[in-house]
């Protein structure tokens, strides 16, 4: 928020000007801190669109904290004082709902609260993992370097999940239509063609009567199907709030064909992905395995990673301890974790995991696509076919008769 203030100096000279605040009283304070006597305190109105009250608009994308963690590391690096460089990038931050966030942050630090635990006050915009590595850059002096390698974090994130998001698309898409397709057919053509048929009084094919059929239950109970979707919908979503409910759905996926090796993929490269980062800030290795273990989001890695770490406190190396879920990390993933532990250079070695991963990813998606479009044009092609033969026979058998 942006206020119009007027003031006197300590010297009784008039000034004027404009100051950015979450709040009428935190301006009121920033001004006072510099020694002025306040005689006005306006707000500014800003010009806000449409699209600016629309929350999803407004939410926070891995883009947007890219771009914010980018700026702020660059002008450490060039020596701007903390406050400084948050006010800058505020100014220049159009979603009004982020920019009021990175205030709130400028005005606790700017009252004596650490960095760390001021982006800790908005758990929703910042994750505890962002919090645990900007403290990390505290204590060990590097802030702009781990303000760097986070930025790089966040943007690898995001590039890998647009990929899979883009690549899921076209499948999602041909199956809206034709679900959409066959649904409009059902409620709505075939209705017309059933008071024709039954006119005739010709033995309808066992195909028809099935489509007719289908089309009566749904227009007559369409709102006990939509009760069936809704309530399996919010069952799968109370079944993931329970910890045994999550523990039981995310051992199913990693034991179906194909896609539970597709998740093993994801999992483990967010796993050596977070880990690099933290490593390079500068985290003990056990702690890195301990804020690794708190955001990865497959309840039986969690497991696994929580105690590693235990392991690792009794002396045991990580490749080793990790090595007795064969699985759930491969060989290969044990094999380039022993190098890294040999040569020291553990981080490197997990940022190689990632690309390998990560890539992997990306073929099996492509492949699974590939696969996909030729199977989904078939079947769409196949229902189309047999729902109009369902409805071109009787009424070719009409007009033959």
């Known amino acids: 928020m942006k206020f119009n203030y007027q003031a006197r100096t300590q010297a009784g000279s008039l000034q004027a000007g404009i100051v950015e605040a979450s709040s009428r009283e935190a301006a009121l304070s920033l001004l006072q801190s510099y020694g002025l006597y306040i005689t006005s305190l306006r707000e500014e109105k800003e010009s806000v669109t449409v699209l600016d009250e629309i929350a999803f608009f407004q939410r926070v994308t891995r883009k947007d904290l890219v771009v914010f963690f980018r700026q702020l590391a660059i002008l450490f690096k060039s020596n701007v004082p903390v406050v400084e460089s948050l006010r800058t990038i505020a100014n220049q931050t159009r979603k009004h709902h982020f920019k009021e966030k990175i205030i709130g942050i400028m005005e606790k630090v700017e009252g004596g609260t650490p960095l760390s635990r001021a982006f800790g006050a908005y758990p929703k915009v910042f994750s505890a993992f962002y919090?645990?590595?900007?403290?990390?850059?505290?204590?060990?002096?590097?802030?702009?370097?781990?303000?760097?390698?986070?930025?790089d974090h966040i943007e690898n994130e995001y590039n890998f999940y647009s990929k899979i998001i883009t690549a899921m698309v076209y499948p999602i898409f041909v199956l809206v239509v034709f679900l959409g397709l066959l649904m409009v057919m059902s409620v709505y053509v075939v209705p017309q063609l059933v008071e024709v048929l039954l006119e005739a009084g010709t033995e309808l094919p066992l195909m028809t009567r099935i489509m007719i059929s289908f089309s009566v239950f749904l227009q007559g109970y369409w709102w006990f199907v939509l009760i069936v979707l809704l309530g399996f919908v919010l069952f799968v979503m109370q079944l993931i709030k329970s910890k045994e409910g999550?523990?039981?759905?995310?051992?199913?996926?990693?034991?179906?064909?194909?896609?539970?090796?597709?998740?093993?993929?994801?999992?483990?490269?967010?796993?050596?992905?977070?880990?690099?980062?933290?490593?390079?800030?500068?985290?003990?290795?056990?702690?890195?395995?301990?804020?690794?273990?708190?955001?990865?989001?497959?309840?039986?890695?969690?497991?696994?990673?929580?105690?590693t770490g235990e392991g690792i406190r009794k002396g045991e190396p990580i490749s080793s301890y990790l090595s007795r879920y064969p699985a759930l990390f491969p060989p290969l993933f044990i094999q380039m974790l022993i190098v890294g532990e040999k040569t020291g250079q553990i981080d490197?070695?997990?940022?190689?995991?990632?690309?390998?991963?990560?890539?992997?990813?990306?073929?099996?998606?492509?492949?699974?696509?590939?696969?996909?479009e030729p199977i989904m044009i078939v079947s769409l092609g196949l229902v189309v076919g047999l729902f109009m033969a369902s409805i071109l026979l009787p009424l070719y058998s009409i007009s033959f008769d």
């Open 246 to 307: 999550k523990e039981f759905i995310d051992r199913m996926v990693l034991r179906i064909p194909w896609i539970g090796e597709f998740f093993k993929k994801i999992n483990l490269a967010r796993i050596a992905e977070n880990l690099s980062t933290l490593i390079s800030a500068g985290f003990p290795i056990i702690q890195a395995l301990e804020t690794t273990g708190d955001i990865v989001g497959n309840s039986v890695y969690k497991q696994v990673i929580f105690d």
């Open 131 to 151: 919090v645990s590595v900007i403290k990390s850059g505290e204590a060990s002096g590097k802030l702009s370097d781990v303000l760097g390698y986070l930025a």
């Open 348 to 372: 490197l070695t997990l940022l190689n995991i990632v690309n390998y991963y990560q890539k992997e990813v990306e073929r099996a998606l492509d492949s699974f696509v590939k696969m996909l």
